[in-house]
């Protein structure tokens, strides 16, 4: 599985509350982990036993070297993964008490990778890629890349789908992620009425579970598990982890299965803080088997 997009250094800020405008918050507690779409997916799907490698772009400095060194140590292979003259992206998460997140931030170098920063005997060895919000002409370019040495597309463009031209990498991917917010834009925008959808598309409902609509009219929803939420964020992207490591295992997906595991994951994020959440096989099989 090659994961592509950003790559960031986080910090965390745990606060009793998300201040309004010309108010204050007190920080309860605060941590840095690297973060960004691509490589908490990567991260997951490594700690899912899966092969997992990561395209995106790094600045040459400490947090980048700490974010490299943080997804070798669960084993995703970063050779892809480009070093920029730019600073290494970082968002500042700012986390309430009930688990709501409000992030901050600079695009740092996240974004100086390009499609052919990916060499054809990396894509031709993988099965699949999976996209994540970043420069829509580069995720084009690799969708398009992908397609051409027959591997299948999922792509999660994130918060900023209604900032950012998607038409073209939402038009190549096989699979797409949204929750709520992101459908309202995308369901009519990008892909006309949903009984003539063209992908198969996940709606991600947070602590409510998840549903797919597939092209052929196939329908599943599950309800999710009632986890207390710490940290929201990564939520989404443990998920995706989830979900494409049953997707992926076979061509005939038991969507039923797929949000099972994807709803577990992403219950997992949400109960402990960072967007790096343990996602252990045992702790997986307890959610699931309770």
């Not at 009793?16 to 997916?41: H, K, M, W, Y």
């Not at 998920?239 to 049953?246: D, E, S, Y």
Request: glycine share 10%.
């Amino acid at each position: 599985m090659i994961c592509a997009g950003h790559v960031n250094w986080d910090v965390t800020l745990s606060v009793d509350r998300l201040p309004r405008a010309d108010g204050e918050a007190t920080i309860t507690d605060q941590s840095r982990a690297p973060g960004g779409s691509a490589c908490n997916v990567a991260t997951g799907l490594a700690t899912l036993g899966c092969a997992a490698t990561v395209l995106g772009s790094v600045g040459d400095d400490e947090n980048g070297r700490l974010a490299v060194r943080a997804l070798e140590s669960v084993g995703v292979d970063c050779n892809p993964l480009v070093t920029t003259d730019a600073e290494t992206a970082v968002k500042y998460l700012v986390v309430d008490s009930d688990g709501e997140v409000a992030v901050l931030g600079n695009d740092g170098g996240n974004e100086a990778f390009q499609a052919d920063d990916l060499d054809d005997t990396t894509l031709a060895a993988a099965d699949h890629l999976h996209l994540t919000s970043q420069d829509p002409a580069t995720a084009a370019a690799l969708a398009g890349r992908a397609h051409d040495h027959d591997l299948r597309v999922s792509f999660d463009p994130g918060r900023r789908i209604d900032a950012r031209d998607f038409a073209a990498p939402l038009a190549r991917a096989d699979l797409v992620f949204v929750n709520e917010r992101e459908a309202a834009t995308a369901i009519e925008d990008y892909f006309g009425p949903a009984d003539s959808l063209d992908e198969t598309v996940v709606l991600k409902h947070g602590a409510a579970g998840a549903e797919v609509l597939t092209p052929c009219g196939h329908y599943a929803s599950h309800d999710g598990f009632p986890v207390g939420a710490v940290d929201t964020t990564g939520a989404g992207d443990a998920f995706a982890a989830g979900f494409l490591t049953v997707w992926l295992d076979g061509t005939d997906p038991d969507y039923d299965r797929c949000l099972a595991v994807g709803n577990a994951c992403g219950a997992l994020a949400a109960g402990e803080r960072g967007p790096r959440a343990n996602l252990s096989p045992a702790r997986l099989d307890d959610l699931l088997d309770g």
